[in-house]
């Protein structure tokens, strides 16, 4: 069981912080929680925490045996300074990896963690980390702690805006009673953060900390509304199995369901279950988050935009979300692809692109050229349209006497770091010869084929097809909604091959994984021709096109691309794949191993059971999702080298398994077909 971690921090020094904790903390004990506190950093001090001692006194005199393992006071310092000035004096530097690891280990064994900070949130940790920072990228909900001294106002505002800023959750604003406070002041100061709270639409409580004058005689408080009453193990329970009996998950039974993890909270690259089980998320909740859950810069433009507009229909309207988002995406497409439909998801980003080639040769006077040429082992949705552009003997067979017939050309065969062999694009060139007066435009998955086939094909093919599309007058459709904006460690997929289509599907990452978004790409000259027939309107429109909230989202996601080394990130995640699974590449059950940017697979002969992997992932604590004959990895872009080594080593874990089965009765394996699309 995996505790809650709060941090407390102060609006300034000497606001009474470490009061404030103990009294939280000693009301945690009063109501049946177990309850722990942590001075994160404490200087001014030889060998023990001043702070520390105050908690314990507070708390009722209780000692902890991990006061005595030098869990709850990881950091102490002898000179009276800041943390970064201390550690600079002393010759060293703040070790923050102890902090977490104390912290986590301490989260563990109790119901409740409380963190005190080291003076504000702006107080520097290192040279590139204030402790909002430190926290914020943690997830710790922010407890802060205030007063009614002059001044108080002005930092509570600025406090609160920093913690905003950095997409922190506030869990409560604490008003210590100042005894030397002017008495007009303390009054009017909790009337005043009350009204900001509410005009800001900050759900969190304003609370009072009563005047303590005794720290082993300190009066009652009343911290019910930021801590409520010990939350039921029966409540997540009842509600899983609500979820049993009337929600249909992906590709699932809602007959004979399969298991399914009880998410509540995630962030970074981890989700936290409901018994308190951290699961690593290697496969970025299918493909989409870029950055990690919940960051807080895309999670703080969501919160802004939400104050002034959640929807507007997009007929007849525009908005600020869905202007500068585009202004930022033609700023990274390539040159000529500037007409821009936002979509709602993968699929209908597909479904656009689609009805885009068709409506082009519609008013070309050409309306016979209505099909298009897909490729075998393509996956690119599960909307009507889109599931007919994919593998026809793949996961929607069920669904063919209903759908669209279009061509199909055989899968790329050649490797993406194999030898080119020209006998590969055969099947293409014969397609385009014999039917190109029937076809509107050719679609593919560029150099990486997902849901159906886990296949990295070689990028001369894609140069090739370029070639052959502008000899027959057949527009050339990438499918990027998987691979676009970083998955394959460039921008776009399509730059492994140095070329540019004429429409472009992007989605996934858009958002950093946080809402659902897609945008289907035309060139300009797609677009004028479209544009120069009848009314010249484009037949498609969602009714929650150009959503300001996910446009906020993309916006901010899309800026993180400038923020931070991703393309050596994800450099280093690909070369920990290629390492990792290596070392399997002489596994009995391995029948192929293939990585790429951030994408990482194993091909098996034998697939593990469902029940093998679950265990399997709460084994490794490495949330994966093996299907068909594969068990892949897409982590976050944030994952560090050690974690894609855990990784690898849960995937290598399933090979074992796998291979274990192979005299075992026929199962269905982990997960036979699954949604990765929208």
Same mark, same amino acid.
């Given at each position: 069981?995996?505790?809650q971690?709060f941090?407390?921090?102060?609006?300034?020094t000497g606001?009474?912080?470490?009061v404030?904790?103990?009294l939280?903390?000693?009301w945690l004990?009063?109501?049946?929680?177990r =309850?722990?506190t942590?001075k994160m950093?404490?200087?001014g001090?030889?060998?023990y925490s001043?702070?520390l001692?105050a908690?314990r006194?507070?708390m009722g005199?209780?000692s902890?045996p991990e006061?005595?393992?030098?869990?709850?006071?990881p950091q102490?310092?002898?000179?009276?300074a800041?943390?970064?000035l201390a550690?600079t004096?002393e010759?060293t530097?703040l $070790?923050?990896?102890r902090?977490q690891?104390?912290?986590?280990t301490?989260?563990?064994r109790?119901?409740?963690v409380l963190?005190?900070?080291?003076?504000?949130? /702006?107080v520097p940790?290192?040279?590139h980390m204030? @402790?909002a920072d +430190?926290?914020?990228?943690?997830?710790?909900?922010?407890?802060?702690?205030?007063?009614?001294?002059?001044?108080s106002?002005?930092?509570?505002?600025l406090?609160l805006?920093s913690?905003?800023?950095r997409?922190?959750t506030? =869990?409560?604003?604490?008003y210590?009673?100042?005894p030397?406070?002017?008495s007009t002041?303390?009054?009017?100061?909790p009337k005043y953060l009350?009204?900001y709270?509410?005009?800001h639409?900050?759900? @969190?409580?304003?609370l009072f900390a009563?005047?303590?004058?005794?720290?082993?005689?300190p009066?009652?408080?009343?911290?019910?509304?930021?801590?409520?009453?010990h939350?039921?193990v029966?409540?997540?329970?009842?509600?899983a199995?609500l979820?049993?009996?009337h929600?249909w998950h992906p590709?699932?039974s809602i007959?004979n369901?399969p298991?399914?993890n009880?998410a509540?909270h995630?962030? /970074?690259t981890?989700?936290r279950?409901?018994?308190?089980?951290?699961l690593?998320?290697a496969v970025?909740s299918?493909?989409?988050?870029?950055?990690?859950h919940?960051h807080?810069a895309?999670?703080? @433009?969501i919160r802004q935009?939400s104050?002034?507009m959640s929807?507007?229909m997009?007929?007849?309207?525009?908005?600020?979300?869905a202007?500068?988002l585009?202004?930022r995406?033609?700023e990274?497409?390539?040159a000529?692809l500037?007409?821009?439909?936002?979509? $709602?998801s993968?699929?209908?980003s597909?479904e656009?692109?689609?009805?885009?080639?068709?409506?082009y040769h519609y008013?070309?006077?050409?309306?016979e050229?209505c099909?298009?040429v897909?490729?075998?082992g @393509?996956?690119?949705?599960d909307?009507?349209?889109?599931m007919a552009?994919?593998?026809? $003997?793949?996961?929607?067979?069920?669904f063919?006497g209903v &759908?669209?017939?279009?061509?199909?050309a055989?899968?790329?065969?050649t490797p993406f770091? /194999?030898?080119w062999n020209?006998a $590969?694009?055969?099947?293409?060139?014969?397609?385009?010869s014999e039917h190109s007066?029937?076809?509107?435009g050719?679609?593919?998955?560029?150099?990486?084929?997902g849901g159906n086939a886990m296949?990295?094909?070689h990028?001369?093919y894609?140069?090739?097809l370029r070639?052959?599309?502008n000899q027959h /007058?057949v527009?050339?459709v +990438?499918d990027?909604v998987?691979?676009?904006?970083g998955r394959t460690g460039?921008?776009?997929?399509?730059e492994?091959?140095?070329?540019?289509?004429?429409?472009?599907?992007?989605?996934?990452?858009?958002?950093g994984?946080? &809402?659902?978004?897609?945008?289907?790409?035309?060139?300009?000259h797609?677009?004028?021709v479209?544009?120069?027939?009848?009314?010249?309107?484009?037949?498609h429109?969602p009714?929650?096109m150009g959503?300001p909230l996910?446009c906020?989202?993309?916006?901010a996601s899309?800026?993180l691309?400038?923020?931070?080394d991703?393309?050596g990130?994800l450099?280093?995640?690909? =070369?920990?794949?290629?390492?990792g699974?290596?070392?399997y590449?002489t596994?009995?059950?391995?029948r192929?191993?293939?990585?790429?940017g951030?994408i990482?697979?194993?091909?098996l002969?034998h697939?593990?059971?469902a029940?093998q992997?679950?265990?399997?992932c709460?084994e490794?604590g490495?949330?994966?999702r093996?299907?068909g004959?594969w068990?892949?990895?897409m982590p976050p872009f944030?994952?560090?080298?050690?974690?894609?080594e855990?990784?690898t080593?849960a &995937?290598?874990?399933?090979?074992d398994?796998?291979?274990?089965?192979?005299?075992?009765?026929?199962?269905?394996?982990?997960?036979p077909?699954l949604d990765?699309h929208?």
């Open positions: 069981m995996m505790g971690v941090f407390v921090s102060g609006i300034d606001v009474g912080k470490t404030v904790t103990g939280l903390a000693r004990l009063r109501h049946g929680y =309850a722990i942590v950093v404490q200087t001090n030889d060998g001043e702070d001692e908690h006194i507070l005199g209780v902890f006061d005595q393992e030098g869990l709850t006071a102490i310092f002898h000179f009276p800041s943390p970064l550690a004096l010759h530097t $070790d923050l990896g902090i690891q104390c912290v986590a301490l989260a563990t109790y119901d409740v963190v005190e900070g080291a003076g504000g949130l /702006g940790l290192n040279e204030l @402790a +430190f926290a914020a990228a943690r997830g710790w909900p922010l407890i802060l702690v205030t007063s009614g001294k002059l001044g106002i002005n930092h509570t505002v406090s805006e913690a905003m800023a997409g922190m506030l =869990a409560g604003l604490v210590n009673w100042c030397d406070a002017d002041i303390d009054e009017d100061t009350r009204q709270l509410q005009q639409h900050i759900h @969190a409580p304003l009563p005047r303590v004058t005794d720290l082993h005689n009066p009652d408080a009343d911290f019910a509304a930021l801590f409520p009453p939350p039921p029966e409540d997540w329970k009842r509600l199995n979820d049993r009996k929600l590709y699932a007959g369901p298991p399914v009880f509540e995630a962030h /970074g981890h989700i279950l409901a018994d308190g089980t951290e690593l998320d970025s299918w493909w989409c988050v870029a950055h990690g919940s807080p895309i999670m703080e @433009a935009q104050r002034r929807h507007v997009f007929g007849g309207f525009t908005h600020r979300p202007t500068v585009v202004e995406l033609l990274l497409l390539p000529g500037d007409a821009v439909f936002l979509a $709602d993968g699929s209908i597909v656009c692109a689609v009805k885009m080639a068709v409506q008013a070309a006077g050409h309306p050229r099909k298009m897909a490729l075998k @393509a996956y690119h949705g909307t009507a349209g889109a552009l994919s593998d026809p $003997d793949g996961m929607h067979v069920l063919q &759908m669209p017939h279009h061509f199909f055989e899968q790329p065969a770091r /194999g030898t020209d $590969d694009f055969a099947s293409m060139e014969r397609i385009l007066r029937e076809i509107a050719v679609i593919v998955e560029p150099i990486f084929q296949w990295l094909y990028p001369e894609l140069r090739r070639t052959l599309c /007058g527009l050339m +990438f990027e998987a691979t676009g904006l460039r921008l776009f997929a399509m492994h091959a140095g070329v540019v289509p004429d429409i472009l599907c992007i989605g996934k990452t858009l958002t994984g946080s &809402m659902t978004l897609a945008a289907t790409i035309a060139s300009r797609v677009a004028d479209i544009s120069s027939r009848g009314s010249g309107a484009f037949m429109g009714t929650f959503n996910a906020a989202a993309a916006k899309l800026d691309l400038d923020q931070y991703w393309k990130n450099a280093a995640i690909e =070369a920990g794949f290629r390492e699974l290596s070392a590449q596994h009995p059950n391995v192929d191993i293939r990585w790429l951030g990482g697979i194993l091909e002969k697939m593990p059971t029940a992997t679950a265990q399997n709460h490794t490495v949330w994966l093996p299907f004959q068990v892949y990895s944030i994952t560090t080298p050690s974690e894609v855990q990784i080593h &995937m290598g874990r399933l090979a398994l796998g291979w274990e089965n192979r005299l075992a009765p026929a199962q269905p394996p982990a997960d077909i990765i929208e």
